[in-house]
């Protein structure tokens, strides 16, 4: 790990300040993905800004019967809180499934949302990769790697990892919005689809957050009613991220809305086939994974991410 220097700051407005002020400079509150990286030297901050005394840990009600969830809400505490449970079980569901305990309890709601899209490769520094070096060449592309967790649809010639967050894929079903403040002190707010940014040229840029502008919230909006699940298929039973996973809400009537994680650079959605539910786990999917490029070595990952959603439905 390089050497750097820390600062704590009780203010969201003066973290984003600082940020844009500091070259090379990273927030951190739990740092359960930024630590990591910094060990493997594939992020290199000179400047660290603790952010975890700027009272971002609060969940509380919107006027339009959603909650606002603070940026610094463990994922521990968000997938325990009653009002979660009841109202967007497929959160709290997806939450559980990721990571350990442990970790859990210090990963944060802002930071789950910015862990980076990641493959093998992106974590051997002795392998060109296009995320670490904008330009390098993407390993997981070249004949012989090993492609068989990484994504089918959105991805590019320049990449094709995945987005890691179980949190983000449930977040996605939900239209969940994400709250911002900028340096100058401006709050914004965006869908999370847009607040992805799919690999294209430039894999590096993985989000649409300016230079120091952080993350305050994240906003649900009423929930819906109806049946919510979560599904994450995966090599081992805890502790690893998704082939596929599924986000499924579905109401009496039998429409809903699906989002999968572990096939693409975001959580996948589509509205054509959020409209496909009714007619079963085939129609969804011939709409939501159109136009998927996978590999030899993940083509699995279209059946499977069909069956998993058959599953779901045909449960009660």
């Known amino acids: 790990m390089r050497a750097f220097s820390y600062e704590r700051v009780s203010d969201p407005a003066q973290a984003a300040a600082r940020a844009a002020e500091v070259p090379g400079a990273k ?18 901050p000179l400047h660290l800004i603790d952010v975890t005394g ?16 603070g940026a610094l809400v463990s994922n521990s505490a968000l997938a325990a809180d009653p009002r979660i449970r009841r109202d967007y079980a497929v959160l709290s569901r997806a939450l559980v499934s990721g990571a350990s305990g442990q970790l ?22 002795g392998m060109p990769c296009n995320k670490r070096s904008p330009g390098a060449g ?19 010639e320049a990449c094709i990892a995945t987005h890691p967050s179980d949190m983000a894929v449930a977040l996605r079903v939900l239209d969940a919005e994400v ?30 957050l300016e230079a120091g502008e952080m993350i305050t919230a994240v906003e649900l909006p009423a929930p819906v009613e ?6 994450k298929v995966r090599d081992r039973a805890s502790y690893a991220f998704a082939l596929v996973s599924v986000a499924l809400i579905q109401t009496l009537d039998g429409k809903g809305r699906v989002a999968l994680g572990g096939v693409a650079p975001k959580p996948w959605r589509r509205d054509e086939a959020d409209a496909a539910l009714p ?5 969804v999917m011939s709409r939501l994974l159109d136009g998927a490029r996978p590999t030899q070595d993940n083509a699995y990952k279209l059946t499977l991410a069909e069956r998993t959603l058959a599953t779901l439905l045909a449960q009660e």
């Open 27 to 44: 927030f951190i509150a739990g740092g359960t993905n930024l630590l990591d990286l910094m060990k493997h030297e594939i992020e290199t």
């Open 54 to 69: 700027t009272g971002l840990n609060a969940i509380t009600p919107t006027p339009s019967g959603g909650l606002r969830v």
């Open 104 to 125: 859990r309890n210090k990963a944060t709601t802002g930071g789950n949302l910015l862990q980076r899209t990641r493959c093998p490769y992106f974590y051997d520094t």
């Open 138 to 156: 993407c390993a997981a592309l070249d004949k012989g790697a090993s492609s068989r967790g990484l994504g089918v649809i959105g991805t590019s």
């Open 179 to 208: 709250e911002t403040i900028t340096p100058s002190g401006e709050t914004r707010r965006k869908p999370l689809d847009a607040f992805y940014q799919l690999p294209g040229d430039t894999p590096e840029v993985e989000n649409t």
């Open 226 to 231: 109806g049946r919510h699940a979560y599904f």
């Open 279 to 283: 007619q079963g786990a085939s129609a």
